[in-house]
């Protein structure tokens, strides 16, 4: 579960892409490169030759603290993290303590701002994609209400399309370009389009065939919380898991009396298990409706 290689990206404000370049070329050691693009990106090239980016993006809402007050700031304040490629033992804890000086440095979140996790889609196949959109359809409920998705980024990340979902599950597809024409029917805009409208949602399959190689979970709300962030990590790494290895998975969503003992479960079944994991859980259950007194006890 762990092995499958990702990248992240974490959306903030507080301070400039130029400050936040200058932060993470202190802690990794790097240097900053300066570009011109469009994004005005900020590049910290770290000693192992991996890029970490510092990108505008137009859906934050840029904003600073002056005097104990958080008042509106230039365009310069809005930050896009974009991280290298990255693996879960080896860079987990160099990326919690990159978040913990952005943070220390002025950075924080607000409700425009979003975390993207991408996962490494080498292993996967027309079976496993299948399986990865009826599981998002299913637990698309208890999702959406356990991560606390901001109204105000509802647009960037809805629910799985309904209609998508039932065509998957009605034609079975059986090859990769077969799924590709069911993900793409309605649009009438290319498919070459980097903002295409296919990937608004808690899962994103068009960086998958457009050519990135990744696909792409969308519904975290931005926090510069190392723990919170890891915990976001391990679900997109769990979820990812469980698409490849069940043999079939349904897109029926379950009847759930109790929303905290049903997540708990539901973590215990696709491995999060113990105390790696105690944080995950506790975060993804925090807001879910159940008996207070119950408590996970791992099988």
Known sequence: MLETRFGIEVEFTG????????????????????????YNTQKVIAPD???WKFMSDGSIRTQKKERGRIVEAGREYSVELVSPILTYRE?????????????????????????????????HTPRSIRNFINIIASKN???YKALQIEPERMRFC???????????????PKTMAAI?????????????QRYHGSRYYFLNLHSFFNGNGTIELRGFNSELHAGIIRSYIVLALALNHQALTQKCASSKKPQVENEKFAMRTYLNRIGLIGDEFK??????????????AWRFRAA
């Open 15 to 38: 301070i400039t892409r130029a400050q936040a370049a200058k932060v993470a070329a202190e802690f990794l050691g790097g240097r900053v490169e300066s570009g011109s693009d469009y």
């Open 49 to 51: 030759g991996r890029v």
């Open 91 to 123: 860079d987990i804890e160099t990326l919690q303590e990159l978040i913990r000086r952005l943070r220390k440095a002025g950075g924080f979140s607000n409700s425009s701002a979003g975390i993207h996790v991408h996962l490494d889609s080498a292993n």
């Open 141 to 143: 409920d208890l999702l």
């Open 158 to 172: 809805k629910k799985m399309d309904a209609a998508l979902v039932e065509k998957i599950n009605r034609r079975k």
């Open 180 to 192: 590709e024409s069911i993900w793409y029917e309605g649009y009438s805009e290319s498919r070459s």
């Open 279 to 292: 944080n995950c859980r506790e975060h993804l259950c925090k807001h879910l409706g159940g008996n207070a």
